[in-house]
């Protein structure tokens, strides 16, 4: 059986880091290119004015630079940001540039069309929740994003960045967070509309206490990267000293069968794991993170056991 591919490489600068990362893995990135028709970038920009909690900009244009190899199309630079205008993060973060740099084109999702997606409330009860259209129908996704702690599901990642990054407005964005039990399967659900194709760390620098906005930096000074969007997000867990398993929404996916999150199934290229680790603190709130498992009659009337 083969085994998924996870590149990792210490990092000197953002760029530098993704575009290194990214070089073990181009002959199977630029295959899994052929033929595509609409690629977008989705950054991470849970802030939109501290630095340390988005994506930062040459990462995007290693990622760019990277994929112009391979792929003759216009490239959509996406995001929804959480209580702010895309516009103000693409001034504060220095993407403007990019337009004219790379014929790139911006979206915010949180002005796209939607897509009602059912998922669950606090009580378990099925809701609808409103998914922007662009990633959905998008046939190449590509997130790039910083490794950080977070306040409701222990890590945000590769994953997480494309799921709730993708949900249109506030409004949305808010009604994702149902708690620990909902939210992880919510997210899990969600990710199969909207996985990433390739998914980019950029841990030149990650944030660790309490992320995703206000925690502290962490000088990790490595790039991981890969085409199994669990596989990576379950080594980027590793390496910040997380199991990946005690993650509720890789918990799911995992055991859904959609990417692998078992060491023994994962290549990784590069830096050892071991070599690699650099403890993150977690969030304040993480033992109580931790309650996200279901009782055996929830998951019967989630009917998890259906995906």
């Not at 530098?16 to 950054?43: E, F, N, W």
Request: net charge neutral; glycine share 8%; aromatic share 8%.
């Amino acid at each position: 059986m083969s085994r998924s591919t996870v590149s990792i490489v210490r990092s000197t600068s953002h760029y530098k880091g993704v575009k290194m990362a990214l070089d073990p893995i181009a002959p199977k990135v630029a295959q899994s290119l052929k033929g595509k028709r609409r690629v977008i970038v989705k950054p991470n920009f849970v802030s939109t004015s501290r630095q340390l909690a988005a994506t930062h900009v040459d990462a995007v244009r290693a990622v760019l630079d990277f994929v112009a190899k391979n792929y003759s199309g216009r490239v959509t630079v996406a995001e929804g940001p959480s209580g702010s205008s895309l516009n103000s993060g693409l001034r504060n973060f220095d993407y403007l540039k990019l337009e004219s740099e790379y014929g790139v084109e911006f979206v915010d999702l949180n002005e796209d069309d939607k897509v009602e997606v059912e998922v669950w409330d606090s009580n378990l009860n099925k809701m609808e929740i409103g998914v922007a259209r662009t990633v959905i129908e998008s046939d190449y996704r590509i997130s790039v994003t910083p490794p950080k702690t977070h306040d409701c599901v222990i890590l945000t990642l590769s994953i997480k960045n494309m799921v709730v990054g993708s949900l249109v407005g506030w409004h949305n964005k808010t009604r994702i967070h149902q708690g620990y039990k909902a939210m992880n399967p919510n997210i899990a659900k969600l990710a199969q509309l909207v996985l990433p194709h390739l998914s980019v760390i950029d841990g030149f620098e990650g944030m660790d206490g309490n992320g995703p906005v206000g925690g502290e930096p962490v000088d990790l000074r490595i790039a991981i990267a890969g085409l199994d969007a669990l596989a990576v997000d379950a080594t980027a867990s590793r390496i910040m000293g997380f199991d990946p398993l005690e993650v509720g929404y890789l918990y799911y996916l995992n055991s859904w069968g959609v990417g692998v999150a078992d060491s023994n199934g994962i290549e990784v290229l590069g830096v050892p794991i071991a070599e690699a680790t650099r403890r993150f603190k977690p969030q304040s709130s993480y033992r109580a993170q931790l309650m996200w498992k279901l009782s055996e009659e929830e998951l019967k009337r989630l009917k998890l056991s259906d995906f």
